[in-house]
């Protein structure tokens, strides 16, 4: 049997050391920084959205393992997504990090973040660029966040 806890650590793992769409996407119209002051993570998130869809999703961060492994899965997660669609991971991801309710369906392989929520010091390591993409949503200005 394959112990849940190793394959959260496992999954973080290779995540931080192997980012995904750790870059700047050509054609990214829209912006958010992030900055978590707790643990000093930063994250600048970019998305290329066209006609109301995610085409193209990157970012660039500095900070602990946790904050850039949960920006690699959000960016998978929600790569192709049409923006509502967006929305509603990141509505599914922040109940489950805060112990509510979540649909498992919706989330996919953000699920494995959910290891973070024993944690609550990394909460807000985890829950970083995910407020990011929420800010980045919204509209097309560009936003800082802050988890304090
Ligand atoms: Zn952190």
Same mark, same amino acid.
């Given at each position: 049997?394959?112990?849940?806890?190793?394959?959260?650590?496992?999954?973080?793992?290779?995540?931080?050391?192997?980012?995904?769409?750790?870059?700047?996407?050509?054609?990214?119209?829209?912006?958010?920084?992030?900055?978590?002051?707790?643990?000093?993570?930063?994250?600048?998130?970019?998305?290329?959205?066209? !006609?109301?869809?995610?085409?193209?999703?990157?970012?660039?961060?500095?900070?602990?393992?946790?904050?850039?492994?949960?920006?690699?899965?959000?960016?998978?997660?929600?790569?192709?997504?049409?923006?509502?669609?967006? /929305?509603?991971?990141?509505?599914?991801?922040?109940?489950?990090?805060?112990?509510?309710?979540?649909?498992? !369906?919706? $989330?996919?392989?953000?699920? $494995?973040?959910?290891?973070?929520?024993?944690?609550?010091?990394?909460?807000?390591?985890?829950?970083?660029?995910?407020?990011?993409?929420?800010?980045?949503?919204?509209?097309?200005?560009?936003?800082?966040?802050?988890? /304090?």
């Amino acid at each position: 049997m394959y112990d849940l806890h190793d394959l959260y650590q496992e999954v973080i793992m290779d995540h931080n050391r192997r980012p995904r769409n750790f870059r700047k996407p050509d054609g990214a119209n829209r912006q958010a920084e992030g900055f978590n002051p707790l643990c000093g993570d930063q994250i600048t998130l970019y998305l290329a959205v066209e !006609d109301d869809m995610i085409a193209d999703v990157g970012f660039q961060a500095v900070g602990c393992a946790i904050s850039k492994a949960s920006a690699s899965i959000m960016t998978e997660s929600v790569k192709g997504l049409s923006v509502e669609d967006a /929305e509603k991971v990141f509505e599914e991801f922040h109940s489950m990090i805060t112990q509510e309710d979540f649909d498992a !369906d919706v $989330l996919g392989d953000a699920e $494995l973040l959910q290891g973070v929520s024993r944690y609550p010091a990394r909460i807000k390591c985890a829950a970083l660029s995910w407020h990011a993409l929420n800010s980045a949503l919204d509209d097309t200005e560009e936003k800082t966040v802050s988890t /304090e």
